[in-house]
T-cell receptor, first 112, second 115 residues
Framework: SQKIEQNSEALNIQEGKTATLTCNYTNYSPAYLQWYRQDPGRGPVFLLL?????KEKRKERLKVTFDTTLKQSLFHITASQPADSATYLCALPLGSSYKLIFGSGTRLLVRP | EAGVVQSPRYKIIEKKQPVAFWCNPI?????LYWYLQNLGQGPELLIR????????DSQLPKDRFSAERLKGVDSTLKIQPAELGDSAVYLC?????????????FGPGTRLTVL
């Protein structure tokens, strides 16, 4: 069956370092992959989308890679700040439908 | 531009009672979603509307859950009767189906506690 895996353990890093979060999937061939940020008590907020024919996508301090061979996406935040502390979710479309399947998210804690 | 609006933000009820959640999507977004999110998990789709039509309700427990989207704008999700296991956050999201990538915009959610 289709499965999305994100590290359930929180990632705890020092301010200024690069945070790298992982999203692995099995039994999918998604046309694209999305990353969302979720703060406590709020709904997820869309950050970035990367398509299957794109290796890398950047937006300010954010970078996403998409390796369809490894079935993995990496999400990087460079020069991390305490304000980046949140849960980050990856999401993939189910087949050719508009139905997004979300991972369980990884919590990032950036220490000042 | 206003985002997705949900109310109430919090609801505490006793089991077997009914409860309803309301959602107003972003103006111009014809697709509306209701999700359930348990603690430490990602959102799980309950139902998706394209305008007034429910095009995917396969994950909606129809024995106790119902939803409607009259006039293709606001939507209401109802649970009757509520069970202890229904305690969760109920998220509403909207998107514009003209985009091929289904980027979704979420509301703040309603946190339901069933006692």
């Amino acid at each position: 069956s289709q499965k999305i895996e994100q590290n359930s353990e929180a990632l705890n890093i020092q301010e200024g370092k690069t945070a790298t979060l992982t999203c692995n999937y099995t039994n999918y061939s998604p046309a694209y992959l999305q990353w969302y940020r979720q703060d406590p008590g709020r709904g997820p907020v869309f950050l970035l989308l990367i398509r299957e024919n794109e290796k890398e996508k950047r937006k300010e301090r954010l970078k996403v890679t998409f390796d369809t061979t490894l079935k993995q996406s990496l999400f990087h935040i460079t020069a991390s700040q305490p304000a980046d502390s949140a849960t980050y979710l990856c999401a993939l479309p189910l087949g050719s439908s508009y139905k997004l399947i979300f991972g369980s998210g990884t919590r990032l804690l950036v220490r000042p | 531009e206003a985002g997705v609006v949900q109310s109430p933000r919090y609801k505490i009820i006793e089991k077997k009672q009914p409860v309803a959640f309301w959602c107003n999507p972003i103006s111009g977004h014809n697709t509306l979603y209701w999700y359930l999110q348990n603690l430490g998990q990602g959102p799980e789709l309950l139902i998706r509307y394209e305008n007034e039509e429910a095009v995917d309700d396969s994950q909606l427990p129809k024995d106790r859950f119902s939803a409607e989207r009259l006039k293709g704008v606001d939507s209401t999700l109802k649970i009757q009767p509520a069970e202890l296991g229904d305690s969760a956050v109920y998220l509403c999201a909207s998107s514009f189906s003209g985009e091929r990538t289904d980027t979704q915009y979420f509301g703040p959610g309603t946190r339901l506690t069933v006692l």
